[in-house]
């Protein structure tokens, strides 16, 4: 029989008989044995009866303690017994499809938010109840490269002191050395609450690139309010010195036109103007060579092949190279790297960087340079200029980027300022490792 009302008749009828059977056997016909029997099936069948009618129940107990522990795995089939039991299994069939979907709705939302996450360009990080980092992000990794990083108290004593001073929505500023490389971190903070626990939202920003660019853009209008200041006031000097020089002496220059003057007085005031004359155009000179540093030209950005790139700066320098007996490398990986630059410009800065490499190798007894072209984690180009020469102190490393600031008694202080302004220009950043006595690596990034 299919249907559960005629189950349930079929079985009542049945349990009927069974119990006049057993009056009759008990109470007219004597016959114990029988009746004991009997009564034997009688209780198997309401048994029985129970458990069939409670059959649905059980259907749906399975069905909510699957909602209750995320199993939609089990199968909620069972045999068609009428048309409102078959309705229910249609509905009860339909909510677990309903709340599969939602599941792998949440799954693919988890897995695509996971992967937004950890392909952010800026270092982040969570922890749960102050006490696990839980999630990290590839960023974050490049900036905590520690192994097996499970906890906050492996990260930076700074950031530990940030992160417990720090509430919900605040910023910190604070400074982590990397290679030697001091790097000014803002740290922001949000913390929310599930029913796992606490979680704490930290993201790093460096914002070294901003401080420089705005410490350039300072120095640049600096530059420009001293050089026209001393150009306005440099230019009338020249100017008189050259007019008084002619109004008091003939053509010679040495013979004076005055009847006043002893000869050592006219030698005096001879040489007096030709000093005031002399130092004002190198007054003049020097000034004009720092306009340099304010006319950085707009970069023209093109694609350029680094290893052939790599290729003509050795060329420019492999006379030199040969004569000094210096070990020049070039390592490009791909080979076939490629890059957005402003071709002349960046072969401004090498060179620079180059001369000053071939400068700190002067006096090493086996003198090295190496190019190196890559890329790196964040899949931006990157060219390297190692030396093994006498390298720069701690206390120089954060200067030599400064205009007019220099490590050799010839050096003017203009060319690594010049070089930081030209990868500024093209959206890149140069930066510098080194210790004394042990060389110094420059690393151009391409943005």
Known sequence: MKYFRLHILARI???TASLAAFLFLAFIAGLKASAILLAILTV????NLIFYAEQTNRVLTRFFSGIRYDDFTSSLHQESKGKTFDELNTQL??????????RMEKEENYRYLEQVFRHLSFPTLSIHNGEEINFINHAARSLFPYSGLRTPSQLDEPVQQAIREMKSGEKKLVRLTRDGIVLPMIISLTEFKLQQGKYQLISFQNIRREIEKTETEAWQKLIRVLTHEI???????TTLADSLQTILFHADKQTFKGPDLTPDQTKDVQQALSIIINRSRGLLNFVESYR??????VPQLEEIPAADFLADIHKLFAARIRRENISFEITVTPENLRFWADLQ????????????????????PAPKISLRAGENAFGQTEIEVKDNGVGISEEQIEDIFIPFYST????????????RQIMQTQGGDIRVSSLKGEGATFTLTFG
């Open 44 to 47: 198997a069948q309401i048994v």
């Open 93 to 102: 069939s339909n909510v677990v499809a309903h709340f599969q979907k939602i």
């Open 13 to 15: 009828l049945v349990l």
């Open 292 to 297: 340099n540093l304010t006319r950085i030209p």
């Open 408 to 419: 050799k008694k010839e050096g003017t202080g203009v060319g690594l300022s010049i070089s």
């Open 345 to 364: 410009l960046t072969e401004q800065v090498l060179i620079n960087l180059v001369i000053n490499a071939i400068q700190a190798v002067a006096e090493t």
């Open 231 to 237: 150009m306005n006031s440099v230019t009338p000097v």
